[in-house]
């Protein structure tokens, strides 16, 4: 007993005040930036890329695997900023541009979902698939429900039956031994219903969307309300994204 | 040590010569019975049988023979069961039959497989008495897929059968395409929650190929990474063991104290699972003095919170009448499942690649074991090793110069016609990496062993005369990777 009462008090407060406003070590390689059009750097770097995320003059955050090879060898033209407001209500948007009329590039935004909102503001459950996930993307939306990030508290959860969620949040490039699992899943849900992309993978199939083992089939027919970029996606990027879907990002 | 020019892990050599079939089993019969044990045995492209066997670092034999002329050979499961899971994947793979094999059944079902994923042959006991409960692929949690059939005697579990084969993603086979120093991404994918185990491996093998030895420094930094990557994991599991005996306490203070220690990563790299921190040559990130300072501190200060923490769950009664006696396996079984890691050292098994494939000259290390083979074990084990490796880092970051330099220069283009073998003690247990260059210095084949593809069947041993309400603790204890089984 006074054990656990040592290890509680030595635990203090844990939970981060302000998911949505927290501060992030700059180490941390969140959204890309295009800081200039050079035609050789974007020539290399295209070469490079080993998820053929950079072409003339953009950078595809939903194709990315993060390893920052691109900002290491190019620093004057790719950067990540340490930001994790990633994620984007559209695929399009997970494309960052150069705009060269102001000589800077697009960033990626969430847009309200108005249906959404009414039914899910308060209360958003999602059920949890991992199709071919490498279990980091899955780790982070485990972290994303703990005792730091705890998105329990904006109502946000993932629960354990397809039966009970508003929604079915995917992780991994979906392998064709998964696909099936995944519909069923999706069709077990109850409508309305929504389908976010959580990482690279689920996204574009990333490193993976070469491979004969893949089956993305399903995925051109639904689509998705919002997409979380990553390898693996940020606990912090989740929350903020999923906040901002519904509206409650203020 | 046969045919080989480097003295120790990772090693680099010639292609074994080619014996006759009966020579090559015979052999690998000789040497499980003087203790070695399998790391790899597959088949090629090139219609060749390898196996490497190994007791450590010195006493290790590569071996080499053609398919087997009637494309069947009297299987090496029956008397060594720790081959059963190579031969089915060989089987899987090539269709070579060996014969009387005791469970010869698909693996992984890749994309040409004759076998569907529905009409896999479950075990059916077509008792009156007994019930199925079929669980998974997806799980409650949010975790990897896989499909659990248990067969009950009412609450009791008589038997189960683990069917994998959803995470298959075809990694291997996309390592083997274009330059093989590029696949530092997809290596860290084998298993994200083992970024640097599998990360290492794929370094070390591809530097052996290329003849490039990184200096100690760079080891340094690296064997750091992995000691934080298996602190990180074993928070998690002792995190979940907490959870699912429902000792929330335990559940909250193991995830946060993990988050410190993935933060203390992120600090460096970038990344809270060790992405991007290693390269084959090199590193990308050094550790500067002050990020060395900062992070003994971090360690410190988590030490003290960890060891509070500890000292209340393992003094719960609560937790212990949860965890002690359940889930047991034997040191008998360990042994001939060629089991590795957490799993194994809970049993009493001494086996752990720091100790026996030192990548570094090492210093004495002594791995940590315990006796009863139970969750309890497995949880005394993560927490003894979470202690070992706090050591491991403070010495190792004693050790590093300051403002560590880092090397992330181009490595030569690969030897032609060689092989290469890396072995790394990741989190889990024992990883092996394979890797064989082509005559053009392309990949020829590119293979990955972790652990889980052995502990798997040690899970479905642990769980029979459990009550099936236990299943989860005794999975979690295992805490077994899908994707590393069915890359």
Redesign the interface.
Known sequence: MFELLKARLGHGYQAIPNPLKANINPSFPGVAVILRADEQDFALAEQLCPTQAITKYSLDMGKCCFCGECSRKFPDTFTFKPDFRMASSSREGLVIKWQPQSATCSVPQVEVNRDLQKLFRRSFALRNVSAAGCNACELELGASSNVNFDMGRYGLEVVASPRHADGLILTGPVSANMAGALQETWEAIPEPKALILCGTCAISGGMFAKSGAIDRGWLESTPAVLYIPGCPAHPLSIIHGIMSLLGRNK | MDNTSSPHNPYVTDLPKLIDNAGFFTRIRQLCALGYIPLYYFGSAKSILHCGMAKNNKEMEFLCTGFPKKGAYPALSTDFPAFHIFERELFEEWGILPEAHPWLKPLR???DSKVK?KDYPFFNSKSQVLHEVGVG??H??????GHFRFICHGESIEHLEIQL???????C??MQKGDIR?K???AE?????T?IGHGLAYCLAVEALCGVQPKQSVQSIRLVALELERIAMHL?DLSALSGDIAYL?GL??F??LR?TVI?SS????????G??WLRPGGV?YGISAQQNKVLRDTLDTFE??FN??S??LF??SGVLNRFDSTGSISLQAAQELNMSGITAKACSYEVDARKDFPIKEAESFEPVTEQSGDVYARAMVRYREINQSLELIRYLLSTLPDNSDIE?GDIPQPNKAKMAVSIVEGWRGRIVHVLISADDGSTELYKIYDPSLHNWFALALAVRGEGISDFPLCNKSFDL???GA?L
């Open positions: 079902f890749p994309p994923m692929p997806v409650a949690g949010v975790i990897e897929p084969g959803y995470q298959h993603r075809g990694i086979k996309l590029t530092m991404p997809l994918m084998i298993a994200g929650d970024a998690a306490s909250n203070f995830a946060a988050t933060n992120l600090a460096i790299c970038g990344s809270r699972f992405k991007r990308n003290a919170q509070r923490s000292k209340a003094g719960d992330s990777s899908y994707c069915d």
